[in-house]
């Protein structure tokens, strides 16, 4: 009895490192050294080799010419199926922001150093912002990506700026640093992000992010700017967080139940 307990305990622990292994992977960019992975984890480095040895066995993991380790081809298919069970919960979130706004409601996750929509409900308006589910875009410019850069710390937006820059997507884009942290800082002080035409010229966007989710997660309404008034923002922002909640619990109860 108490070996078949011992190996069932060390079959979970080897599970949970495993799934840590991953998720130091993901955090990382996807493609880090075995030292910088031991160093993260805590874990011996033969204990590190022999999981990934596993993980790689089933394509989850692979390891570069460089002797560098990266995340595997097999999670692809895996995340594409989180991110349709992720739509669908949230959709009947997304489609009362709609009904009571009257403008496209969005669902976006981090992704590396950009922001990927994974679900969206459009506005009945003639008029509307359709951005196509799937689509990655900038974290400099955009309401959903200033909300999640908003989650890091200074030292991290700086990190991420480094790689990708901060290119102008339209003559609004804030393209300087320090007016940039200066708007992280107004977004942090009052919760939300606003997208002023910086993406894409004549469309405003209002975002926050979901709280609690192992993805950092982003709710925003966006529409034509001459919609999007200061009194719609206003009127808005309950009714994403209260989306927000209503959503991190959902996904807190999918956690336990699984």
């Not at 919960?89 to 669902?107: C, M, V």
Request: aromatic share 4%; hydrophobic share 40%; with cysteine.
């Amino acid at each position: 009895m108490t070996g078949a307990t011992g190996r069932r305990t060390g079959g979970v622990q080897s599970v949970e490192r495993s799934l840590e292994l991953l998720e130091l992977l993901a955090d990382a960019g996807g493609d880090v050294t075995l030292s910088q992975l031991a160093s993260s984890s805590g874990l011996p480095a033969p204990t590190i080799h022999r999981l990934l040895r596993t993980l790689a066995s089933g394509g989850y993991v692979r390891q570069e010419e460089s002797r560098r380790y990266a995340l595997g081809p097999r999670l692809i298919r895996l995340g594409e199926a989180a991110n349709r069970m992720l739509g669908t919960w949230a959709g009947p979130h997304l489609r009362s922001l709609t009904k009571a706004l009257g403008e496209t409601a969005n669902l976006a996750l981090l992704d590396g150093d950009e922001a990927v929509y994974v679900a969206q409900v459009q506005s009945q308006h003639a008029m509307r912002i359709f951005t196509e589910v799937g689509r990655h875009v900038s974290l400099h410019s955009t309401g959903v990506g200033k909300a999640l850069l908003a989650l890091k710390s200074d030292e991290e937006v700086r990190a991420i700026l480094d790689r990708t820059g901060m290119p102008a997507r339209t003559p609004r884009t804030i393209t300087r640093r320090r007016r940039f942290f200066e708007e992280l800082g107004s977004i942090r002080a009052r919760g939300y992000a606003i997208d002023d035409g910086e993406q894409e010229v004549g469309v405003r966007c209002v975002a926050l992010t979901v709280p609690g989710t192992p993805t950092p997660t982003a709710l925003s309404v966006s529409g034509p700017e001459a919609r999007i008034t200061d009194d719609v923002v206003a009127n808005a922002v309950p009714m994403l967080r209260q989306a927000a909640t209503e959503l991190a619990a959902e996904l807190s109860y999918q956690e336990r139940e699984s």
